[in-house]
């Protein structure tokens, strides 16, 4: 069996220098017949290897007829053949169900939002800040108005319900309304359970704070990232352009007030890959359209119980807080605020509480 180098040296020897059959033959160092054969060839044409037989030929036509009748996976149907004999293995199973099978291409659509129809929400995440002689984990909120496509951005050591509350709020105050939809992921401050093709089981906390907004809650499917994928785009657009080559240090309000100059001077004056317009051009159509604001803020704080110790020591989200002595062994309520915590006893504070150790 020639190379294919071998037979293009073999037809230049041939017709290019008019060699003869024995010429080439001792010119290549090859047997008379070998060249014989492969100069009646015009082209060059590979020894075909004849398929070997597999443990999967007999069964072929099972696949083919299971796969007519049902989406069966690969491991359904390798159960299934176990019990007719087949004794081989799951590699070649698959490799030709993705023959007989491919697979298809997920293909979405490309949603389409009128002005102040919804918002999308999520969180990122932006490494480690150190605080005090800790580092503690930095979180980041990110909304994105559908039609608009403006974006709020706020920086938090936590990603409880009441920063989660907070930082919406405060992009409604941002914006001076309210869009109607809210498009969240199923993160438990928002979703307490979402099976599959049934309606989401939303927080009855977070429900409360979208009817203060006037806000309709929209929860994605589970796995379904591109039901939400304007704020999954600006979080990557966070992380690609904000924080890309940024090093994080400083307090967090230092790290929210720059957040707050790249919104304003690079992230919603930008012109925008899809839209191909700034986002603060589109907000101007979308503001009319945003539910008026309500005159009062939502309470966002979250209240537990917690007991103090006899060292008047009280323990609340992984932390330690003491009390004034006198309430040592009592039952206290605890109020958080994304930047405060409120102890009482007996529907009363005290502002001496609270002090973190």
Not at 122 to 131: E, F, N, Q, S
Request: proline share 6%; aromatic share 10%.
């Amino acid at each position: 069996m020639l190379s294919y180098a071998q037979f293009a040296r073999l037809r230049y020897l041939l017709d290019g220098e008019h060699c003869s059959i024995a010429q080439v033959a001792q010119a290549m160092e090859l047997n008379l017949k070998t060249v014989q054969v492969w100069a009646s060839r015009p082209t060059y044409v590979a020894r075909q290897q004849p398929p070997r037989p597999s443990q999967l030929d007999p069964h072929k036509a099972d696949i083919l007829r299971l796969l007519h009748q049902h989406p069966y996976s690969a491991r359904q149907i390798l159960h299934q053949l176990r019990e007719r004999g087949y004794e081989g293995g799951y590699s070649i199973l698959t490799d030709f169900i993705r023959q007989v099978r491919p697979p298809r291409p997920s293909a979405y659509l490309t949603l389409h939002f009128e002005p102040g129809e919804c918002a999308q929400i999520d969180w990122g995440y932006a490494g480690t800040l150190r605080v005090g002689t800790t580092r503690r984990r930095l979180s980041f909120l990110v909304m994105v108005l559908g039609f608009s496509r403006r974006m709020y951005l706020e920086f938090t050591l936590t990603e409880t319900m009441e920063q989660f509350f907070a930082g919406q709020q405060n992009a409604f105050t941002q914006w001076g309304g309210a869009p109607k939809k809210w498009i969240v992921d199923n993160l438990k401050s928002a979703v307490l359970s979402h099976p599959a093709g049934q309606p989401a089981v939303y927080n009855p906390h977070y429900l409360d704070f979208a009817a203060h907004y006037g806000g309709e809650l929209r929860a994605c499917n589970v796995r379904a990232a591109h039901e939400k994928g304007r704020v999954e785009n600006g979080v990557g657009y966070v992380k690609k352009n904000f924080l890309n080559g940024m090093e994080l240090s400083g307090s967090l309000a230092g790290i929210n007030a720059a957040a707050q100059r790249w919104l304003d001077e690079v992230a919603n004056v930008r012109i925008h890959g899809e839209t191909r317009q700034k986002p603060m051009d589109l907000f101007a159509q979308e503001k009319p359209a945003l539910r008026a604001l309500p005159a009062a803020l939502y309470d966002v704080g979250r209240t537990q119980t917690a007991h103090a110790t006899r060292r008047f020591r009280i323990h609340f989200d992984g932390n330690r807080y003491s009390v004034p002595s006198e309430y040592a062994g009592a039952r206290l309520s605890v109020r958080a605020y994304p930047d405060r915590l409120l102890v009482y006893h007996q529907q009363k504070t005290d502002r001496r509480a609270c002090a973190p150790l």
